[in-house]
C-alpha cells in the first residue's frame, strides 16, 4: 500500500507556470508513476509518467511545456508545468502501479494507487 499526496495547484494567468508535488507515503522506487488530468465531463487523460527505469513520456498536448520527474530520495513525483493555456485546466492526479515490473500501464484504470487531486486553472 502506498498513499500519494498532491499539492502545487493553483490558478494562473495563461502563459503562467505552476510545479505540481506527489509526495508517497513509502518508496516508489522501480514502480510506474504519472500524472493524470480530469476536465469537467471530459475523459481522464494521461499528461506524463515515468517507468521504474526512469524513462519518461509526455503527452502530444504538453511535450515542451511540461516535464515530469523523480526524485526517489524524497519519494516525490514532480510535474511542472510552463507556458500554461486555459486547455490546461482541470484536476491533476498523480497514480502509481508497480504490477507491470515498472512498465506504465496503457489505461489510467490499470492504476492502483492514485492521490486527492489538485486542481489547476488557468485564466485566459
Known sequence: QVQLVESGG?????????RLSCA?????????????????????????????DGTTRHAEAVKGRFT??????????????????PEDTAVYYCAAEASYGGSCPGRWQ???????????????
Open 68 to 85: 515530469i520527474s523523480k526524485d526517489n530520495a524524497k519519494n516525490t513525483l514532480y510535474l511542472q508545468m510552463n507556458t500554461l493555456k
Open 24 to 52: 508517497a507515503s513509502r518508496h516508489t522506487f522501480g514502480a510506474c508513476m504519472a500524472w493524470f488530468r480530469q476536465a469537467p465531463g471530459k475523459e481522464r487523460e494521461g499528461v506524463a509518467s515515468v517507468d521504474g
Open 10 to 18: 493553483g490558478s494562473v494567468p495563461a502563459g503562467g507556470s505552476l
Open 110 to 124: 490499470s492504476f492502483g494507487y492514485w492521490g486527492q487531486g489538485t486542481q489547476v486553472t488557468v485564466s485566459s
